[in-house]
């Protein structure tokens, strides 16, 4: 990890790169995109064929690209009990959560006028599930709960398999929060076959879930065809700690991070230099007995970042500019710092309270904005998966009470056969 | 008006057309747009200050490109006074119907487990105002009071001037909504500014606001480095009537919708042939009074369309499956016929409501989706102005109560060092 401190003449340069990580489009990855999306939108099913031949080397047609019934039950067969059982500890969790964030419509009624605002589902979703590397059950759940507590009627879900494997695990998600729709392809041309529509995929309203840099571009393409949740970037952890910070947890919570991939930001934040003195031993420690330890190294080593502050304030402060996707606070009394800190998605207070708590079995969710993003977009939420619309009587009254004002308005807005809308009802 | 009927052999060609008018982007101006923004991006003012020359033939500099506070106050010389009055109604209307829309934080303690969800303002967002054929100081209104109400601290509105002139009724808008940050510019260079920044504009955080098919484009190219609100569309009125629409208030309503421009949709659905009778004349009269006359002749006959169906049921479900921006209902009861619709936008009961009212002074917000994108995107709100957080806080109990769920599911995932986390802290 590389390091630094505020005193460092060279701090505000290698700080404004870090707060200015917001995700520049790539041009070629969007041209290559838009060439896909194309051919599914003119080609349907044989280009979603005939790219996922190219891309996840698997053979389909439009009878098997749908996952049949009889392997998902089978699915079970491969993933232990007591997994199955955490998934649906999980599922639980996940669900107390979301419900609290369903919302009703209401109305006002006053003098004459009568207002409402109503809530929809939106009524066919689709969400991405990424494959590649790992495999993300929890990806499944996180994106699935909050569409069925919303109400939405139909939810599938595209995932790649490369040649031809489904993690069982995950098809298992799918069964525990009741999606049976499920189709095996992912990429490029997934996205295209949700916002167009195939012979054999209906299209959807709206595209959700995470996805690498191409299907990223595709979503921002096809968005206003459908709408989407959101541009999701490599995954990211701040953690502001002070000098009373264990160690080992610390390391922990950082290693853990930089397991996700190359591109995964893992930034600690200090005031203590004892601290950063005693952690880094340990992180080797703990790195060399982990699986993933390749990918830690060359995570750390990109982007990894020490900042020695002057004061916990500071920490705190940056922490908050930065806007992270994730942010631990490793401090005494957290709850104290949580004021100043708005521009973070999801913050995790103690010691006591792991950040991969928040990725699996907390209850809020773990798709959330990267990239610096948390400054405009919401961790994924019930609220993705309705549409609001307005209801407006007026009586004849109301409208003779107050119609003038909307006379003056429109005819100097030069909209006189608005004006007359209301004239011919109730004179001028 | 072109008119069809659900028992003709077409109707379900003509009707698919229109239920499937889903805006597909259009490749040749996305270009255009994408080589402004990259422009934009890499020269600043200077490309901004040469499309500005180009587009609304207008020479600005950085330090005339902000309308000044004298600007501002001499506008109020140019709007009458009543006007000015009719626009300060109108907004305390918006306020209130707005304000009814803001939600606040919550907290779910259990078990140990403290689970919140925080709400926060976009701390800076842009406004764009379109100028163009006519000038719409309402839009002023609609787009800035939802910010304001969400607590917004910075807004700022880029709107163009061509040849210069800015309409005093925008600026007399913006400033009864407090905002002085006004930038007279517009266009794909508008966007790019407010999305990058340059020297003399500030980046924001979201872009909300109607604009040409230019403008859409620029917004849907930067959305991921920042947010955007929706790609708006042609102006849509569909009305459902009976037998019992008075065909003057009818005539009046369907004209004042196609006096937006060419390409504005205008239907109307109704299983009362009598009903298409008595309009026809009525229409023709009044569109002869009329200062826009043109623009309707040519949108009614582009987009116009009177549909004939078998009952009301049936012109309430089509109506539904068209997922309109506007949607009147001129029928008996109309609430009776509400629970059916869940895809229009902004709805309209009876024949004293006429569709204007939601355009300036009934309180729901003007900026609403089109397109058949009601079936995802909501009207404008104060939701559209506010980013959520979550914040997690464990005791060192209910991490060793429910910790092995959490390392079950991360095994299970490859990521043992998400594992590990709870395995240093409470074992395994």
Redesign the interface.
Known sequence: MKQTSTKDVKFTTVFQKLANR????D?TVSETA?TILREV?KEGDRAVIRYTKKWDRLDITPATMRVSEKEIQAAYRD??S??V???R??ANRIL??HR??K?SG?T?LKDG???S?RV?P??RVGLYVPGGK?????SVLMNAIPAKVAGCKEICICTPAQEGIINP?TLVAADIVGISEIYRIGGVQAIGALAYGTKTIRPV??IVGPGNQYV?AAK??V?????ID??AGPSELVIVADENATP??LA??L??Q???DEEAVVVLITPSETLVKNLLPEMKR?QEN???KKI?AASLKKHGLIIITYDLAEAVGLANEIAPEHLSLFVKN??RY?KQI????????????????????????HVL?TGG???????L?V?DF???????????A??KK?G???I???E???????????K??VGS
């Open positions: 917001l995700p520049v489009s041009d838009l939108r993933v232990p007591d997994v059982k955490s998934l500890y999980a107390a959560f609290r964030q919302v209401w006002i006028v009568n207002l605002q929809h939106i009524e790992a495999a993300y059950p929890s695990a309203y709206k990223a921002r393409l968005f206003g065809q459908v709408d959101m541009i080992s947890y922990s919570d290693l853990s930089a397991e996700h703990q982990l699986p993933r830690i957290p709850r949580l708005v521009n973070a998605s999801s913050v995790f207070l103690g010691e006591d309270t792991p950040q991969s708590l928040g990725d699996y079995i907390a209850g809020p969710n904005p993003t948390a400054r405009f977009f919401s961790p939420s609220d309705i549409r609001k619309s307005s209801v407006t009587e007026y009586s004849r109301a409208l107050s003038h004002h909307l003056r308005i429109a100097m807005e030069g909209l006189t056969a608005h004006a007359n809308m209301v011919i009802r």
